[in-house]
Nanobody
């Protein structure tokens, strides 16, 4: 069993910053890609950024230049530093990871989500 637990969401004013964290725990053999997605009310879930185990990153156009994804492989944790936040960044942010629980079994896991609200 694998769990992803997010933290760091909250209410912030436009132009402010937040740092999200997501820690994976349980029976973990290895973790490939880790990423952050978000879903605003009435919208589809969309990619914010992801990162490979080797540190290669990929960002949605809306995130480039403002958000930074990073990970600590020793802690099985992925981070999302969000700067210059805008009201349109308001959404529930979900952590995602491809976790191998053995050398031959891997599954995609999601966190429970953390609310980010950007408002004055």
């Amino acid at each position: 069993q694998v769990q992803l637990v997010e933290s760091g969401g909250g209410l912030v004013q436009p132009g402010g910053s937040l740092r999200l964290s997501c820690a994976a725990s349980g029976t973990i053999f290895s973790i490939n890609d880790m990423g952050w997605y978000r879903q605003a009310p009435g919208q589809q879930r969309e990619l914010v950024a992801d990162i490979t185990s080797g540190g290669s990153t990929n960002y949605a156009d809306s995130s480039k230049g403002r958000f930074t994804i990073s990970r600590d492989n020793a802690k099985n944790t992925v981070y999302l530093q969000m700067n210059s936040l805008k009201p349109e960044d308001t959404a529930v942010y979900y952590c995602n990871a491809l976790v191998w629980t053995s050398s031959f079994k891997g599954d995609n896991y999601w966190g429970q989500g953390t609310q980010v609200t950007v408002s004055s």
